[in-house]
């Protein structure tokens, strides 16, 4: 069973995210997280990878990073993608940058769910999001996702900003 | 947005002002191409890295509408828009099919359906297996290592048969398998296949989600429910995909991996994209989905109980008559009607159906269903004209046997109609 979250809480998380520490973060342009890092940089949002494998090479022109510590501030969320198991560590290790990077939030993505670490992450004041994708969430709540027929479950009855510049999240 | 109820969504879903023009209703895109901001962004669109649209065959903003609705009615994930209800069905076969595969099908079909499976796919070496419907357990029986679904109608046409769903999903789904419906007679005002187990819905929207009798058109709705990668069976979803660099749509995009296959590999590749225009037509159409449906379904009843009454019909079947083999399925499916076609058999036979409908004044006799006009058609002296008696009977198209799609017209107009029609015809 999916974990279920509100329109606004969702649209409350990407409208107060400015920059992502996207753990996991793939080279190869045909994977779900080099997919999902091209749709957040080309809608505004400053994306940094951290691959341990790749740490000091660039991703689409970001600069990647060993790990969570080696990131210059500010982050407002990291971004999980990887095995469920994994998710306390990172949580753990983005929790001792907390202060440091004004940190918000917590997401985990498509097919990741993982109680321990969205627990540790509340318990410190963090929003938690689990087993969703923030690409998917931006075009939904945005509009642009409807051009695939996917049912966004949102209704419209003001005219929304451009779907490039953010369409109905950049509202109220 | 699940808080909205159905008519709130029927006028609504998938729908907003237009970002340009703040139009309130949905503009008709009536292009065949969008520009590209640049050589990266149509390189990321081809990739399917961003959402946007790239050529009308593949997705059009007024079409997305359509499928967003129907995703939104059907409770699904994702919805798709074809050029027709055919067309959608080799779309979703094509996405699960692969050489040498089969699929498990009711006999109780349509008849475009049957010969669509029976004979134009087995040219892409895809076998068809057909079942009697009415018993469950008989899908079973047929289930082997090569079936890759299992495909019914809700409201089977012609006769109006009502599918037990959700024993026939639990029989597909043992199997690791998707059960497919045809949700066409039904709509999903009737009947939301989806909540009795169904992964993927399709539809002729040409019929009472169109409505109005003046567009051709498909769709597709995909769950979102289905774990495609429970088996092997669906390489077209698990595996990489060499026209897209190797990408995995189930890994990709998860619960939408379905419906974006049929887009990007169905539509891009096979090509039987909707107009537009059509998909316009279909949307207003759908907007008063419920108060048509509802008013159908009360017509046919009343026109049913009077047939079953007058001494020039021999017998009618409609599940929505107590005595009917079907009445116990209607008042579990589809409480709020059993649909607005069936049929009846006259009791003067051949020279009795034939006179019946070059007698009619208000019913139109042609080979459409679920429009706002009464229809009707003699399937033994046109669509089944080919066949011979025996063969008639068996596809229940015997001598005697009429059609009805009941209009929302007046009832009391529908049946002084049928009334002069059947007078003049024993005469």
């Known amino acids: 069973m999916m974990p279920s979250y509100t329109n606004d809480y969702i649209a409350g998380i990407l409208r107060n995210t400015r920059t992502i520490a996207m753990v996991g973060a793939s080279g190869n342009e045909m994977r779900p997280s080099y997919f999902a890092m091209k749709y957040l940089l080309d809608h505004g949002f400053k994306v940094v990878p951290i691959n341990p494998g790749l740490a000091g090479k660039e991703i689409l022109g970001q600069k990647v990073y060993g790990a969570l510590k080696d990131v210059p501030g500010p982050v407002d969320m990291v971004d999980i993608f990887r095995s469920p198991d994994a998710a306390p560590g990172i949580v753990k290790d983005a929790l001792a940058e907390k202060e440091r990077f004004g940190l918000k939030t917590i997401w985990m993505q498509l097919g990741v769910v993982n109680e321990v670490a969205a627990q540790m992450a509340r318990a410190a004041g963090l929003n938690v999001v689990m087993d969703r994708c923030p690409k998917i969430e931006y075009g939904r709540l945005s509009g642009e996702i409807g051009w695939m027929g996917v049912n966004r479950r949102v209704i419209d009855n003001r005219k929304p900003a451009t779907f490039s510049k953010g369409g109905s999240l950049n509202r109220g | ?113 049957l010969n669509q499976l029976s004979q134009s796919f087995a040219k892409f ?214 649909g607005s076609v069936f049929t009846f058999g006259v009791t003067g036979g051949y020279e009795a159906g034939v006179a019946l409908v070059n007698n009619v004044r208000l019913f139109s006799h042609l080979a459409n269903v679920g429009d706002t006009r009464s229809l009707i058609i003699h399937p033994a002296s046109t669509t089944h004209r080919q066949l011979d008696d025996d063969k008639k009977r068996a596809a229940g198209a015997g001598p005697e046997v009429i059609r009805v799609s009941i209009g929302i017209e007046d009832a009391k107009d529908i049946i002084a109609d049928l009334d002069q029609a059947l007078n003049a015809a024993a005469d």
């Open chain 2, 125 to 338: 070496n895809w076998g068809a297996k057909f079942v009697d419907a009415t018993e469950p357990e008989n899908f079973r029986r047929e289930l082997n290592e090569k079936t890759r679904c299992i495909f019914i109608e809700s409201i089977a046409n012609p006769g109006g048969f009502i599918t037990d769903i959700e024993a026939i999903a639990a029989i597909a789904h043992s199997a690791g398998i998707p059960l497919i419906v045809d949700n066409t007679f039904a709509t999903p005002y009737l009947i939301r296949p989806i909540e009795w187990g169904a992964d993927v819905v399709v539809h002729s929207a040409t019929k009472y989600l169109n409505g109005h009798g003046n567009s051709i058109a498909g769709l597709i709705v995909d769950s979102g429910k289905f774990d495609w990668g429970q088996n092997n069976k669906f390489p077209t979803l698990t595996e990489p995909c060499p026209s897209y660099h190797g990408m995995r749509f189930w890994e990709t995009f998860g619960d939408m991996a379905f419906g974006v296959a049929c887009r990007v590999l169905g539509l891009r590749d096979l090509g039987p994209a909707l107009s537009p225009m059509n998909a316009f037509l279909t949307l207003t159409g759908i907007e008063t989905l419920p108060l048509r449906m509802q008013k159908h379904c009360d017509n046919a009843l009343e026109v049913a109980r009077w047939l079953k009454r007058h001494p020039k019909v021999a017998w009618v079947n409609y599940a929505g008559l107590e005595d009917d083999p079907c009445y116990n399925l209607h008042r579990t499916y589809c409480p709020k009607g059993a």
């Open chain 2, 1 to 113: 947005m699940s808080d909205y109820g159905f008519d709130t969504l029927a006028v609504h879903a998938g729908a907003h002002p237009d970002p340009a023009t703040g139009a309130r209703s949905t503009p008709i895109y009536q292009t065949t191409s969008f520009v590209f901001e640049s050589a990266d962004q149509a390189a990321a669109l081809f990739n399917l890295q961003v959402f946007g649209n790239i050529y009308t065959r593949i997705m059009n903003p007024t079409t997305a509408v359509l499928e967003e609705r129907i995703a939104a009615l059907e409770g699904g994930r994702v919805g798709l828009a074809t050029a027709s209800g055919h067309a959608a069905q080799v779309i979703a076969f094509h996405t699960l099919m692969e050489p040498g595969c089969e699929i498990l099908a009711a006999r109780q079909l349509y008849g475009g359906s």
